[in-house]
């Protein structure tokens, strides 16, 4: 790794050309952070008048007092550019320096990729560029080429960490050194692939939040030690595209913290990540931009998150909520609700306050210290940009990355001694794809396709024919003529970012050459140019061999013609199960959802631990890949077979390479709890470790366990919790290939509790398979008035994309009638865009006298959850008194009302 070069320039160093006191001829000063500060002092040597003499004493004892008490003013005012001193006495310093006016301007970004720069105090913009797989500028200044690696997935598919910092450190230092240099690279993105159908998939590392946790951490730590800040996105369940900016995730808080949310943990607890971004979607209401739960309760007090959060690119839509919820940027600038327009109104109204202000800006310039950008300028080194070293790099991490799935009769590696011609078929022959779509998209400098990478590794004596596919005889022609056909299957840009896939098919006639292929050859192999788990079963039982190579970066060609030829025996293994059919899918049924929202009634069970708890068999199950080589796991030992609730013990166990070929083996670790108290995944991944082996080697492997990996969420009592019992510790080459097995015992329950959050989670209502029951849905509603079309019945018919709308002028309201009296406790408001900043929540038992509930002058629109004591009612109405928009009316998209007798907290299963 490479240090950065960095100079101090006396831009940053304001008493640079102090040297230079008192030799001047004219008298100058300059303005230092608003205060005069004399720089040069004019010397008459000839005269010796009385002026003389007053300047003498001047100069000999009142010059150097003030020079002293101006050096001290001014080392003082500059302290938050010295930087040696600690993190915090900069922030502090520079917080008290800025106006209340530069603070708000903070808060908004500049432009598409940068935020705000406050020349009066030296402080530059950061500039932001995309992601994970490779620098992507975001707009021209940093656009051009970058070095391009594997995709998230295929990162996943190395099981190395460490490897994987490695790739983020080559990245960060690209980042910095292209042409107009960033601070920040938005990824990793460590969102879950929740279905086979997400259009990020690619992205994005795993379906388990173990190893996505893991791949971030290492991700994070090789990208901040070279002084970039990595972006950990999307906070939180950006899970699919469709309407990625409305869709309500309706998910339960098991669910969250089991699945969704431990890869972010890991990359803030572990990998003191320096800034997060909210995801686009809501999630069990507010979108994740004005999601209090998520940012503050979880993200800032739970895990002690402090950094900045930032939006995602267009993502915020309120102001008040957005600032109160702690997203502290809205990007890009200029802020559509960020900016001092809405604040100063969002201050005046009493919707957010000065602190919460402060404490947004406290973060941003925390962010802009730790990216060195107060340290002075940087010095580009564009040599690192494509250095041979990370060409070497994105070639590694792709021939790690590539999953061996079949090999029947040991047909790979391709012996050259006995085959002298090969067919390579399909487009992606030619035309690889090697990056995911949108911001994971890439431009290398140069890119090896599978041909040129092939005929280069296979030399003269191996004939070499290409054919399309298209028409599919060329290509039966070309496999019949050959020893061996290689085919490449891709999903050509069918997913990605803003697209999920339509279903698991491959697109196009695919499917149907392969068949054909397999026919004309029996030595067929199929190489898998996909992001995402396919339906492979037209021709899976016909070919002999079969390869994932993800979309692999650009050296793609060249690692699958390593993997191909035996130079490098592959080790990779999936971080996603290959189910054979869509409906085997723990999302089939739920995905994207209706309406606005889709429900997550599949709870913890995601990826393998439904495949497992419905005993379905995948096609090839998490944690799967071949090599050319065979391993053995000896028994496993632990160091001590009781665990302490805060201790940790050892697990480990001999691998023995038992063939002929050297090897890597990733040895798997998983968790069953044998006598669970409440419903518990069959497995799961708690521990992995990649392991070089020279043929005949042994080497022990240890992984740490301790108590928390046997815990589950406790929703009710808001806590981590592993009842005292016994645990099986699983020990394997994949999730159903399970080799040793040993019991811990777990000497006494253990708990670790999450601070208590807010409302909005608690509250949620109407998701899962126990969904609180919404009252008002289809029930009688009338309204003081209503628009032509936007009439009340819309704000109760259980859809988010229409709404109800009064005329103009207030008061408005809506009433609902239950039917029959009923006792309530929650509601759930969704307004449209013009809220009432002033309301009361009434109820009635007859329909005429109504009693308040609660009444606001704050309110902030958007989604508005309001609890109250259990009450009895057959009438609910909202009454508004002042709009939040001037001269407006009201709307309202969904006007809920929730039983006090429903279990408040819903989760599944
Ligand atoms: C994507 C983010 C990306 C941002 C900036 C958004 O559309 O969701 O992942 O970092 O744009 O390009």
Same mark, same amino acid.
């Given at each position: 790794?490479?240090?950065?070069?960095?100079?101090?320039?006396?831009?940053?160093?304001?008493?640079?050309?102090?040297?230079?006191?008192?030799?001047?001829?004219?008298?100058?000063?300059?303005?230092?952070?608003?205060?005069?500060?004399?720089?040069?002092?004019?010397?008459?040597?000839?005269?010796?008048?009385?002026?003389?003499?007053?300047?003498?004493?001047?100069?000999?004892?009142?010059?150097?007092?003030?020079?002293?008490?101006?050096?001290?003013?001014?080392?003082?005012?500059?302290?938050?550019?010295?930087?040696?001193?600690?993190?915090?006495?900069?922030?502090?310093?520079?917080?008290?320096?800025?106006?209340?006016?530069?603070?708000?301007?903070?808060?908004?970004?500049?432009?598409?990729?940068?935020?705000?720069?406050?020349?009066?105090?030296?402080?530059?913009?950061?500039?932001?560029?995309?992601?994970?797989?490779?620098?992507?500028?975001?707009?021209?200044?940093?656009?051009?080429?970058?070095?391009?690696?594997?995709?998230?997935?295929?990162?996943?598919?190395?099981?190395?960490?460490?490897?994987?910092?490695?790739?983020?450190?080559?990245?960060?230092?690209?980042?910095?050194?292209?042409?107009?240099?960033?601070?920040?690279?938005?990824?990793?993105?460590?969102?879950?692939?929740?279905?086979?159908?997400?259009?990020?998939?690619?992205?994005?590392?795993?379906?388990?939040?173990?190893?996505?946790?893991?791949?971030?951490?290492?991700?994070?730590?090789?990208?901040?030690?070279?002084?970039?800040?990595?972006?950990?996105?999307?906070?939180?369940?950006?899970?699919?595209?469709?309407?990625?900016?409305?869709?309500?995730?309706?998910?339960?808080? @098991?669910? !969250? =913290?089991? &699945?969704?949310?431990?890869?972010?943990?890991? +990359?803030?607890?572990?990998?003191?990540?320096? /800034? %997060?971004?909210?995801?686009?979607?809501?999630?069990?209401?507010?979108?994740?931009?004005?999601?209090?739960?998520?940012?503050?309760?979880?993200?800032?007090?739970?895990?002690?998150?402090?950094?900045?959060?930032?939006?995602?690119?267009?993502?915020?839509?309120?102001?008040?909520?957005?600032?109160?919820?702690?997203?502290?940027?809205?990007?890009?600038?200029?802020?559509?609700?960020?900016?001092?327009?809405?604040?100063?109104?969002?201050?005046?109204?009493?919707?957010?306050?000065?602190?919460?202000?402060?404490?947004?800006?406290? @973060?941003? !310039? =925390?962010? &802009?210290?730790?990216?060195?950008?107060?340290? +002075?300028?940087?010095?580009?080194?564009?040599? /690192? %940009?494509?250095?041979?070293?990370?060409?070497?790099?994105?070639?590694?991490?792709?021939?790690?990355?590539?999953?061996?799935?079949?090999?029947?009769?040991?047909?790979?590696?391709?012996?050259?001694?006995?085959?002298?011609?090969?067919?390579?078929?399909?487009?992606?022959?030619?035309?690889?794809?090697?990056?995911?779509?949108?911001?994971?998209?890439?431009?290398?400098?140069?890119?090896?396709?599978?041909?040129?990478?092939?005929?280069?590794?296979?030399?003269?004596?191996?004939?070499?024919?290409?054919?399309?596919?298209?028409?599919?005889?060329?290509?039966?022609?070309?496999?019949?003529?050959?020893?061996?056909?290689?085919?490449?299957?891709?999903?050509?840009?069918?997913?990605?970012?803003?697209?999920?896939?339509?279903?698991?098919?491959?697109?196009?006639?695919?499917?149907?050459?392969?068949?054909?292929?397999?026919?004309?050859?029996?030595?067929?192999?199929?190489?898998?140019?996909?992001?995402?788990?396919?339906?492979?079963?037209?021709?899976?039982?016909?070919?002999?061999?079969?390869?994932?190579?993800?979309?692999?970066?650009?050296?793609?060609?060249?690692?699958?013609?390593?993997?191909?030829?035996?130079?490098?025996?592959?080790?990779?293994?999936?971080?996603?199960?290959?189910?054979?059919?869509?409906?085997?899918?723990?999302?089939?049924?739920?995905?994207?959802?209706?309406?606005?929202?889709?429900?997550?009634?599949?709870?913890?069970?995601?990826?393998?631990?439904?495949?497992?708890?419905?005993?379905?068999?995948?096609?090839?199950?998490?944690?799967?890949?071949?090599?050319?080589?065979?391993?053995?796991?000896?028994?496993?030992?632990?160091?001590?077979?009781?665990?302490?609730?805060?201790?940790?013990?050892?697990?480990?166990?001999?691998?023995?390479?038992?063939?002929?070929?050297?090897?890597?083996?990733?040895?798997?670790?998983?968790?069953?709890?044998?006598?669970?108290?409440?419903?518990?995944?069959?497995?799961?991944?708690?521990?992995?470790?990649?392991?070089?082996?020279?043929?005949?080697?042994?080497?022990?492997?240890?992984?740490?366990?301790?108590?928390?990996?046997?815990?589950?969420?406790?929703?009710?009592?808001?806590?981590?919790?592993?009842?005292?019992?016994?645990?099986?510790?699983?020990?394997?080459?994949?999730?159903?290939?399970?080799?040793?097995?040993?019991?811990?015992?777990?000497?006494?329950?253990?708990?670790?509790?999450?601070?208590?959050?807010?409302?909005?989670?608690?509250?949620?209502?109407?998701?899962?398979?126990?969904?609180?029951?919404?009252?008002?849905?289809?029930?009688?509603?009338?309204?003081?008035?209503?628009?032509?079309?936007?009439?009340?019945?819309?704000?109760?018919?259980?859809?988010?994309?229409?709404?109800?709308?009064?005329?103009?002028?207030?008061?408005?309201?809506?009433?609902?009638?239950?039917?029959?009296?009923?006792?309530?406790?929650?509601?759930?408001?969704?307004?449209?865009?013009?809220?009432?900043?002033?309301?009361?929540?009434?109820?009635?038992?007859?329909?005429?006298?109504?009693?308040?509930?609660?009444?606001?002058?704050?309110?902030?629109?958007?989604?508005?959850?309001?609890?109250?004591?259990?009450?009895?009612?057959?009438?609910?109405?909202?009454?508004?008194?002042?709009?939040?928009?001037?001269?407006?009316?009201?709307?309202?998209?969904?006007?809920?009302?929730?039983?006090?007798?429903?279990?408040?907290?819903?989760?599944?299963?």
């Amino acid at each position: 790794m490479k240090n950065i070069n960095r100079t101090v320039s006396t831009l940053f160093t304001p008493f640079a050309d102090d040297a230079s006191f008192g030799n001047g001829d004219s008298p100058s000063a300059k303005m230092i952070d608003g205060n005069l500060t004399v720089l040069k002092w004019p010397v008459k040597r000839e005269s010796k008048t009385p002026v003389f003499h007053v300047m003498r004493v001047f100069i000999l004892i009142a010059l150097p007092l003030i020079f002293v008490a101006t050096s001290l003013q001014a080392s003082d005012t500059a302290s938050y550019l010295n930087k040696t001193a600690p993190l915090e006495d900069r922030v502090n310093d520079l917080l008290g320096r800025l106006t209340e006016a530069e603070k708000i301007s903070l808060l908004g970004g500049a432009n598409v990729s940068t935020t705000v720069a406050i020349p009066r105090l030296q402080i530059p913009g950061m500039r932001m560029a995309d992601a994970g797989s490779g620098v992507r500028g975001i707009d021209d200044s940093n656009n051009g080429p970058a070095s391009l690696f594997p995709d998230a997935v295929m990162m996943a598919a190395t099981w190395d960490p460490a490897l994987i910092g490695r790739a983020a450190a080559a990245i960060g230092e690209e980042a910095h050194n292209k042409k107009a240099g960033s601070q920040i690279l938005l990824g990793p993105a460590v969102n879950i692939q929740r279905s086979p159908l997400g259009g990020r998939n690619a992205e994005y590392f795993s379906e388990d939040p173990f190893l996505a946790g893991q791949m971030a951490v290492g991700f994070i730590n090789g990208m901040q030690a070279v002084g970039t800040a990595a972006c950990i996105k999307h906070f939180a369940c950006n899970n699919e595209e469709v309407d990625r900016r409305e869709v309500d995730v309706r998910v339960g808080e @098991r669910a !969250l =913290r089991e &699945i969704y949310l431990p890869a972010f943990e890991a +990359g803030v607890r572990e990998g003191h990540v320096w /800034t %997060v971004m909210s995801s686009y979607n809501r999630v069990n209401g507010p979108h994740a931009s004005a999601n209090h739960y998520l940012l503050t309760d979880v993200l800032k007090q739970g895990w002690g998150f402090d950094g900045m959060v930032m939006s995602d690119w267009h993502g915020a839509h309120q102001t008040a909520a957005v600032i109160n919820a702690g997203n502290d940027l809205e990007m890009p600038g200029p802020g559509k609700y960020l900016n001092p327009t809405a604040i100063n109104l969002a201050l005046q109204n009493g919707q957010t306050m000065t602190a919460a202000i402060d404490e947004n800006v406290r @973060r941003i !310039l =925390r962010t &802009i210290i730790r990216t060195r950008l107060l340290d +002075g300028p940087w010095q580009p080194n564009p040599d /690192t %940009v494509n250095s041979p070293e990370h060409q070497k790099l994105t070639r590694v991490v792709a021939e790690q990355g590539i999953v061996l799935l079949k090999n029947q009769g040991s047909l790979l590696p391709l012996d050259m001694t006995k085959f002298h011609s090969i067919a390579l078929i399909g487009i992606a022959v030619t035309n690889l794809q090697i990056s995911g779509r949108g911001s994971a998209d890439g431009t290398p400098f140069y890119s090896i396709s599978p041909l040129a990478g092939i005929a280069k590794r296979a030399g003269d004596k191996v004939a070499i024919s290409f054919a399309s596919g298209n028409p599919v005889n060329e290509a039966v022609d070309a496999a019949k003529k050959s020893d061996v056909a290689v085919v490449f299957v891709s999903c050509y840009r069918t997913e990605g970012e803003k697209h999920d896939r339509p279903s698991m098919a491959l697109p196009g006639r695919q499917d149907a050459l392969v068949r054909a292929v397999a026919a004309a050859n029996k030595k067929t192999i199929v190489v898998l140019n996909c992001g995402t788990p396919m339906d492979l079963r037209a021709w899976l039982d016909q070919v002999p061999g079969l390869l994932a190579v993800w979309y692999p970066g650009q050296e793609g060609g060249s690692a699958i013609a390593s993997v191909l030829f035996g130079d490098v025996n592959p080790s990779g293994k999936l971080p996603t199960t290959f189910g054979a059919r869509r409906e085997d899918y723990p999302d089939y049924g739920n995905f994207p959802g209706v309406k606005n929202r889709v429900s997550y009634e599949e709870g913890i069970y995601v990826g393998y631990r439904h495949f497992d708890k419905e005993s379905i068999v995948p096609l090839f199950p998490f944690g799967f890949g071949l090599s050319y080589t065979t391993f053995e796991y000896g028994s496993v030992r632990l160091s001590q077979s009781s665990l302490d609730p805060h201790g940790q013990i050892s697990v480990s166990l001999e691998v023995k390479n038992t063939g002929s070929r050297a090897g890597q083996e990733v040895v798997e670790l998983y968790v069953h709890d044998l006598s669970p108290k409440i419903d518990k995944p069959v497995r799961e991944l708690k521990g992995f470790a990649k392991v070089s082996l020279e043929p005949g080697e042994k080497k022990t492997v240890s992984l740490p366990v301790s108590a928390r990996d046997f815990a589950y969420f406790d929703v009710p009592g808001k806590q981590w919790k592993a009842d005292a019992g016994d645990y099986e510790i699983q020990v394997g080459a994949s999730s159903r290939d399970i080799r040793q097995k040993v019991t811990v015992h777990l000497a006494s329950t253990f708990t670790e509790a999450v601070p208590l959050s807010s409302d909005q989670l608690s509250l949620n209502g109407g998701f899962g398979k126990n969904a609180a029951e919404d009252l008002a849905v289809g029930r009688p509603v009338q309204a003081s008035s209503a628009l032509e079309a936007f009439d009340a019945e819309n704000a109760v018919d259980n859809d988010d994309t229409n709404h109800w709308s009064s005329e103009r002028g207030s008061p408005q309201w809506l009433k609902v009638d239950l039917g029959k009296t009923t006792s309530i406790n929650r509601v759930r408001l969704f307004w449209g865009d013009d809220y009432a900043l002033d309301y009361a929540l009434q109820v009635s038992g007859d329909g005429q006298s109504w009693t308040d509930v609660t009444r606001t002058s704050r309110g902030m629109g958007d989604i508005e959850w309001i609890r109250f004591a259990p009450t009895e009612a057959r009438w609910v109405r909202v009454l508004a008194n002042r709009p939040g928009k001037t001269g407006g009316g009201y709307s309202i998209n969904s006007f809920e009302v929730y039983g006090a007798s429903e279990h408040p907290l819903p989760d599944s299963p």
